[in-house]
């Protein structure tokens, strides 16, 4: 199984952005607003999820890879 820490999504993140020529900034922007959209999502079965695995809270791109990769089965 898969797993990333906080500290490992922050290389993550930083291997992206080198790997697509950008900046961490923009990569982690990009992925927040993907985040925000899943959060906003008008299916209540995709919300019911989300909210299943953060609750009330919009998580940090960090915090997204952290917790979705528990879930990742190989």
Do not use: W, Y
């Not at 607003?33 to 299943?52: G, S, T, V, Y």
């Not at 695995?53 to 528990?70: A, L, N, R, V, W």
């Amino acid at each position: 199984m898969l797993h990333f820490c906080k500290k490992t999504s922050k290389e993550l993140i930083k291997q992206v952005a080198k790997l697509h020529g950008c900046s961490v900034a923009e990569i982690r922007k990009e992925m927040q607003l993907a985040i925000e959209e899943a959060r906003n999502n008008d299916d209540p079965d995709k919300q019911a999820e989300f909210q299943r695995h953060f609750g009330d809270k919009t998580p940090t791109p960090e915090e997204f890879i952290c917790k979705i990769s528990k879930n990742l089965k190989f």
